[in-house]
């Protein structure tokens, strides 16, 4: 590629926009391959593709003297130019005109035809303020501009994004697992193929089962390709509302709906989290750091995370009390993750005894499903330290708990009083794991929580009321009356699921918190009564 083509490398695709002579080549590959293919099979034949056009356009344009179109320039009827900021095509002037715009001076407009079925385009000319008329210099140099390995590993995910969103805009090709295919080419299952299936699932427990396995039981024409005829019944089977496809990135697996853990498809109403107007940037370095510590998954963390092979977290009550772990920042760089499943079913391990039992990712709500019974094998309270770390097979994690000792300490408990308001007290309580001590939270009646949680209302208080309420009850256990922000944090989640942030601006806003050393905080009982 000639540096008189007129526009870098590095330009030409960061740009690169996905045309519809681009589309009707990945319809055409599609077509002759015959079996689906992935979004970066087909944007690593597309760029080979484009440079043959490209190589092809700059000869043509050099063996027929074909001018370089620059604003500045005056051209007539009947003149050819190449256009490089218009994917580099050639096209022929077929009319000129004066300009109509006071702000930019005297200046022409030309008329050109492009080759193929294209509709006409305007340019301007003898236009002498323009960017065109001076391009940059192409600092690359001709291997990497011809070497589509070197392109692909530089752009490929520019082009792969580009060339998703105008094929998820088309009717006629549809996605399954990461893969493409023309929905027309598709075989064709009918009711008794789906009945079958169901009743397959249905025999396994709802599954998961894969494709292939499934595909055992479906009789299929021999001569079809066995890629294509499992895609095939993917897509039907995604468009059949009885069926869920479970499986991790790369993996197909299904499951029935009607047989998948009712909290999977309906997340509990303790994880819920409705968005609390609150002004991050009053939080203080302090708090800053101790958000990004409590890792909580409504916390809006925008830089990437780097890949942990193990993380340790501190319980939190809505998650203890449902059986789950956050898909924090941190832990979802652990747990399997999909091209377009809601729900991903995998398997976690003990890694105490080595049992294995189902995890459940549910991407939309941020949540890990499948712990309850582990948590109360191990007398895990609100609070206590987990790790959590990849497993040795594919599709496993692993879950332990630190310091398996089981004792009797006081901590602080949840307490129901008068009318079924939650407080909290000092109790002697079982405890089988190590905790952290600004997290933990005891709990004697679980019913009586849970029905003075449904009928009682403070989880429906005003935010500023219902941290006032859990930190007066906080600071009545300890001599000093101070409440650390970690620990009003855990006992809020008790009554209400809030991250850390608008919880932690209510100790910056309000006047009735006196700030007194480090991340604590006592209560001004004059100030409330004022307030």
């Not at 979004?39 to 003297?65: F, T, V, W, Y």
């Not at 192409?138 to 060339?163: H, M, T, Y």
């Not at 906080?474 to 809030?498: D, E, F, M, T």
Request: proline content about 6%; charged content about 30%; hydrophobic content about 40%.
């Amino acid at each position: 590629m000639d540096r008189t083509v007129g526009f870098t490398l590095e330009k030409y695709w960061n740009e690169f926009e996905v045309r519809d002579s681009d589309l009707e080549f990945i319809y055409n590959l599609l077509l002759e391959r015959e079996v689906p293919l992935t979004s970066d099979e087909m944007a690593g034949a597309l760029i080979e593709h484009r440079l043959e056009r490209l190589e092809e356009e700059a000869k043509q344009a050099e063996d027929s003297s074909v001018n370089i179109y620059a604003p500045a320039e005056k051209y007539k009827v009947g003149e050819r130019l190449l256009f490089p900021a218009v994917d580099n095509v050639i096209g022929e002037v077929i009319g000129v005109r004066k300009g109509e715009n006071p702000e930019l001076g005297k200046f022409d407009v030309i008329s050109v035809a492009f080759e193929g079925d294209g509709p006409d385009r305007e340019f301007a000319s003898k236009l002498k303020d323009h960017r065109l008329n001076d391009p940059p210099e192409d600092s690359s140099d001709g291997a990497e501009a011809n070497s589509p390995e070197e392109i692909f590993n530089k752009f490929g995910d520019v082009i792969e994004e580009r060339l998703g969103i105008r094929l998820d805009a088309a009717d006629d090709i549809v996605r399954i697992a990461g893969k493409w295919f023309p929905s027309a080419l598709l075989a064709e299952f009918h009711e008794g193929h789906l009945n079958l299936a169901e009743a397959v699932l249905d025999v396994a427990g709802g599954g998961p089962t894969s494709t292939s396995e499934l595909m055992q039981h479906v009789e299929m024409p021999k001569d079809l390709d066995p890629l294509l005829a499992e895609f095939s019944l993917d897509y039907t089977l995604q468009e059949d509302e009885r069926f869920d496809e479970v499986g991790p990135a790369g993996e197909m697996l299904w499951y029935l709906k009607r047989l998948e853990p009712p909290e999977v498809l309906y997340p509990p109403p303790r994880l819920e989290y409705e968005q609390v107007p609150h002004d991050r940037s009053i939080l203080t370095k302090n708090l800053l750091d101790l958000e990004a510590l409590l890792d909580d998954e409504f916390s809006p963390f925008e830089q990437k995370q780097a890949d942990h092979d193990e993380v340790v977290i501190s319980l939190l009550f809505p998650h203890w009390r449902v059986g789950a772990l956050p898909l924090s920042k941190k832990l979802q760089t652990l747990f399997p993750t999909a091209y377009e499943a809601p729900r991903i079913r995998f398997i976690l391990v003990d890694g105490h005894s080595g049992d294995s039992f189902p995890g459940w990712v549910v991407r939309a709500e941020r949540i890990v499903f499948g712990l309850d019974e582990w948590y109360r094998r191990y007398d895990v309270p609100t609070g206590g330290l987990i790790r959590v770390r990849r497993g040795d097979n594919p599709g496993e994690v692993i879950v332990e708990t630190m310091d398996r000792r089981r004792r009797n300490d006081w901590i602080r408990t949840v307490s129901i009083g008068e009318g079924g308001r939650i407080g909290f007290t000092m109790l002697k309580q079982p405890v089988g794991t190590a905790y952290d001590d600004l997290m933990v939270v005891g709990l004697i009646d679980q019913s009586a929580l849970d029905e003075a949680w449904l009928r009682g209302g403070q989880n429906q208080m005003p935010i500023d009321r219902l941290v006032a309420h859990v930190f007066r009850e906080l600071s009545k256990l300890n001599p000093q009356s101070a409440v650390h922000a970690q620990s009003l944090y855990s006992g809020v989640n008790v009554i209400r699921r809030l991250p850390p942030a608008p919880i932690f601006t209510e100790l910056l806003t309000r006047p009735y918190y006196l700030h007194v050393g480090d991340l604590y905080w006592r209560f001004d009982e004059s100030s409330w009564s004022q307030s």
